[in-house]
């Protein structure tokens, strides 16, 4: 056999992730290899650090880019903070909430499950009873932005409810780093994980982290050795920390490149207004939605801007119609995972990818392949509704 380059199409990525990644990113990330010890590159990684600061709006030292996609930051956080026999309440409303859970038991961890439906957010009032009869937990871990479901949860309240029990916070912040308002420090949490290929646009394989000293010492204190050699915060510090370099492993160069233009990026436009526009394309979207006849899964209060979670409408095969947007309009939107599978599906308006151009795109290729399926939909009305709400990127 022999292979010659691959050429991939060229798609509108408005599913969950990845999503569209901006020119200047992957330009960013075709300039030449340097040695990860070469100190044009250390001061990029010191770059880097800075801006991921920025973006979690913290000052915790400990913040760093963990080579590997955001399934690994939130396993760093896990296997770092969990001792064998502890116990951590994990609220499940969604799939990475079942993912936590996952991580607890294999780091040696009792789980203590809060459980809230999928389609709403993660209860305060169960949290607070759980703490109340598990006096003896230390940690509280929960998804910020569950994009499983299109949810968002109040990280503040969670987390001052988890301090005020003396518990430390893990908290998963994939889908929100960049999109919706997140503040590390004034919301007091302590172990926070994200990714780049959601609302940061950048390519996947990297999971920022960061970690305050309340979370460091409590790694510091540790009785048992980390078990995962490669996540262990203790040797990456070696190699990401601020003296003298020792090698860990080689960082992924490139991708780092794409990462610190990417948050570069986010600098230039501005945090505040980077979420200012998620969530007015996320209202031209769903104007143009409800117009069509079309309804959301979660209720308003607590839907995630980035990720619009949609009821099938009646008769609709989601799998044909997921195909065709792809096949026809080259044109990625997801499907619904778990028990939702079939049932919804999931468009994201993530980083670079929340523009007009999308919406209007997304409204009107699923506008006309609903209407040819004969789903029972309104047409003719999405893209003006989008139009009257929509502000100018
Ligand atoms: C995408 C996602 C992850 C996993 O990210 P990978 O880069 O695929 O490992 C974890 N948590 C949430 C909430 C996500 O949306």
Known sequence: MSYTSFNPPV??????????????????????????????????????????????????????PI??????????????????????VVCING?????????????????IVVEDAM????????????LKTHRDARIVAFVHAETSTGVQSDAKTLAGIARHHDCLTIVDTVTSLGGSPLKVDEWGLDAVYSGSQKCLSCTPGLAPLTMNDRAVDKI?????????????????????????RAYHHTAPINTLYGLHEALAMLQEEGLEHSWARHRHQHLALRSGIEAMGLSFLVRESARLPQLNAIVVPEGVDEAVLRNRLLNDYNLEIGAGLGALAGRIIRIGLMGYGAN???????????????????????TGVAMNAAQNVAVPN
């Open 67 to 88: 080579s590997a996609p955001a399934s690994a930051g939130m396993e760093a956080c896990f296997v770092n903070l969990v001792e064998p026999g502890e116990k951590v």
């Open 356 to 378: 007009m151009k999308n919406v209007m795109y997304c409204l009107e290729a699923l506008e006309a392949v609903l209407a040819d399926m004969r789903a029972p939909i309104r």
């Open 119 to 130: 389609g709403t957010p993660v209860s305060p009032d169960k949290l607070e009873d759980a």
């Open 95 to 111: 799939v990475f909430g079942a993912r936590m859970k996952e991580n607890i038991e294999r780091a040696g961890g009792v789980p």
């Open 11 to 64: 798609r509108t990525l408005m599913g969950p992730g990845p999503s569209d990644v901006h020119p200047r990113v992957l330009t960013a990330m075709a300039r030449p290899t340097i040695g990860h010890l070469d100190p044009a590159f250390i001061a990029m990684m010191e770059e880097i650090k800075g801006l991921l600061q920025y973006a979690f709006q913290t000052g915790n030292a400990l913040t760093i």
């Open 220 to 244: 510091k204190q540790r009785k048992t050795r980390v078990q995962s050699w490669f996540l262990d915060l203790n040797l990456v510090m070696g190699y990401w920390g601020s003296g003298k």
